[in-house]
């Protein structure tokens, strides 16, 4: 079965930096789009990043984070410079095998001002 496990999140201070991963089981990592998304307290879960032959991202965080990949070892990554306050969320990576879409159980990034 699909398996999507996040780690890397943590407490931070503004401006500083951390990096996500994302390691997936079950699905033809190389051939399959990765997305993280986001959701802070109080608000809906929003794409921030995504990445299948090229990245894409929101404009939030364009400039600041860097998504890549490694099929070599079917793990996605998410780094996230110039962090701020409004960064705090949980964190979820997610991807997408016969239609139906996969999440991973989350990780938080906390930012302080």
């Known amino acids: 079965q699909v398996q999507l496990v996040e780690s890397g999140g943590g407490l931070v201070q503004a401006g500083g930096s951390l990096r996500l991963s994302c390691a997936a089981s079950?699905?033809?990592?190389?051939?399959?789009?990765m997305g993280w998304y986001r959701q802070a307290p109080g608000k809906q879960r929003e794409w921030v990043a995504s990445?299948?032959?090229?990245?894409s991202y929101a404009d939030s965080v364009k400039g600041r984070f860097t998504i890549s990949r490694d099929n070599a070892e079917n793990t996605v990554y998410l780094q996230m410079n110039s962090l701020k306050p409004e960064d705090t969320a949980v964190y979820y990576c997610?991807?997408?095998?016969?239609?139906?879409?996969?999440w991973g159980q989350g990780t938080q990034v906390t930012v302080s001002s």
């Open positions: 997610k991807t997408t095998k016969f239609g139906r879409n996969y």
């Open positions: 990445i299948g032959n090229s990245p």
């Open positions: 079950g699905i033809v990592f190389s051939i399959n789009t």
